[in-house]
């Protein structure tokens, strides 16, 4: 597969990945909607103030890590074309409310609501690898990560345009946020009508049961337990951080805690439903896949896509106070870490479907991160200001670059729980924003970086020592057990039986 692939939109393969990346697009085009308009809704509701928005933006991302879980389930189960499409239309509502909210409660809610629109992501991992062969996947899904990404700089762009010259106003800024809403569900729509699950004479594998991820081992088992706990504890720390900033008080923090207990507690208890019966029984030797994988991926993706939404949120200020530059040069050039998306992530996958090992471009790239974060924790206003956005530019390429190398693996660790693997991984990337940018609170930005770099070099021995070879890695299909060739062959047969 190469770049001019892309432009061959008769070929329906490419059009869903086209339908698909658009989609992430939309999604991402909602979910970051208030950052470039928050100055603008602080004049017009004169009651909000610096520390409502940092409370919104907590509840901007808070219910991102379960809900990438949850519909890593669904996914698995009902197929991406219905999730995807129920998603976008579902979230309208959140978007359109938190538009013409005009009171504390209002807009608390409806952010909260809304920031589950960031597991859209995962929807279209599933969607990609169901269209493309392993050969091709790496690239698919970075162009699919990497353009649809690029729906957050959109509406940082977009945004206050639609707001001051195409509504204009008083409430243009409350129409431009709507005008996300009502995308959203047009093209929820538009989605549903346009693409299905799997090529014509394919059907779609799915898992014995959805309700937690299928496991191996008994070891595998306890591992999955282990990782399950932190994805509620990042939960918990954002909580904390709003109880901190006076949004929540005492009571309702020790009762989020309650909950998020007693929602680990079922999930653990879900995990034990679905693989201690199939522990008992024996897996089927070809049947089996190592989790150590996984807890591999979920490292890269807390180490590269965990400091890509830190460093983004705190880089406009390190550059703005370090080089003495105005808010808009500041912005401008932090801008440029988030606009590599659409090169950096593609080229990951490539590197990843090209260069014959998808474990090593995996391993150079989280040591680049490593390097790279080094020297951002070195630049200070002795430095050259060109050099400086030298610097943050590679260092951009290396963590976006590995977010591709990690999705260029996913759907290869075990087909039938793709949405599942791809939520966990995705959820731990939150996980590694939140832990990320509460260390961000308590250290200077030079310990930050070198933090970011710790956390990468970790990923970097994880993968080192537990990331193995996908089966298949380059083949023209994926590695199937004959329980899941069985599964196809059945649905199949069920489909020409349909079609007769």
Not at 30 to 35: L, N
Not at 40 to 65: E, F, K, R, S, Y
Request: one cysteine or more; glycine letters at 10%.
């Amino acid at each position: 597969m190469t770049v001019t692939d892309l432009f061959k939109f008769k070929n329906e393969r490419i059009k869903v990945l086209h339908f698909t990346w658009f989609a992430f697009f939309v999604s991402f085009f909602a979910w970051f909607s208030m950052a470039p308009l928050a100055t603008t809704m602080m004049a017009d509701m004169d009651w909000l103030t610096p520390q409502h928005m940092a409370a919104l933006g907590i509840c901007n991302v808070v219910l991102t890590i379960p809900a990438r879980i949850i519909i890593g389930s669904l996914l698995d189960k009902y197929g991406p074309r219905i999730v995807y499409s129920g998603l976008l239309i579902t979230m309208s509502i959140p978007a359109i409310t938190f538009a013409f909210g005009d009171t504390w409660a209002q807009l608390m809610i409806s952010r909260l609501v809304l920031g589950s629109v960031g597991a859209s992501f995962v929807i279209g991992i599933r969607m990609v690898a169901e269209w493309f062969p392993p050969k091709n996947v790496g690239f698919a899904e970075g162009i699919y990560g990497g353009w649809g990404n690029f729906g957050s700089a959109a509406g940082a762009m977009l945004l206050p345009w639609f707001a001051l010259t195409m509504f204009g106003g008083d409430n243009g800024y409350r129409y431009a946020l709507a005008f996300t809403g009502v995308i959203c569900f047009i093209y929820g729509i538009i989605y549903y009508i346009c693409v299905r699950d799997t090529p014509e004479g394919k059907a779609l594998v799915k898992p014995k049961k959805a309700s937690a991820l299928e496991v191996s081992s008994w070891g595998d088992l306890v591992q999955l337990i282990i990782f399950t706990l932190p994805l509620g504890g990042a939960v918990a720390v954002s909580s904390w951080r709003l109880n901190g900033l006076g949004f929540i008080s005492d009571t309702a923090l020790n009762i989020i805690y309650a909950v998020i207990v007693g929602v680990l507690i079922f999930q653990i208890v879900n995990i034990l439903k679905v693989n201690v019966p199939q522990l008992k029984k024996g897996v089927p030797e070809d049947d089996k896949y190592k989790f150590k994988n996984v807890t591999a991926l979920n490292s890269t993706y807390f180490a590269n896509f965990g400091a890509e939404l830190a460093i983004v949120s705190m880089l406009p200020m390190f550059f703005q106070l370090t080089f003495s530059l105005t808010p808009s040069q500041a912005g401008l050039i932090a801008a440029s870490f988030a606009f590599i998306n659409l090169v950096a992530r593609p080229l990951g996958g490539v590197l990843s479907d090209r260069m014959g090992s998808r474990r090593n471009v995996m391993l150079v790239y989280m040591f680049g991160i490593c390097l790279g974060l080094v020297g951002m924790g070195m630049i200070d206003s002795s430095w050259p200001l060109v050099l400086a956005v030298a610097v943050t530019v590679l260092t951009s390429v290396f963590v976006q670059g590995a977010e591709g190398a990690t999705y260029s693996i996913v759907p290869m660790i075990k087909k039938r729980v793709t949405g599942q693997i791809a939520g966990m991984a995705g959820a731990y990337g939150n996980v590694g924003a939140t832990i990320y940018l509460t260390l961000f609170t308590l250290v200077s930005t030079q310990q930050f970086f070198f933090i970011l770099a710790s956390g990468a070099f970790i990923s970097f021995l994880v993968c080192f020592f537990m990331l193995e070879e996908p089966k298949n890695s380059f083949g023209e299909e994926y590695y199937l057990t004959e329980d899941e060739l069985k599964q196809q062959a059945d649905a199949d047969a069920a489909l020409q039986k349909k079609a007769l």
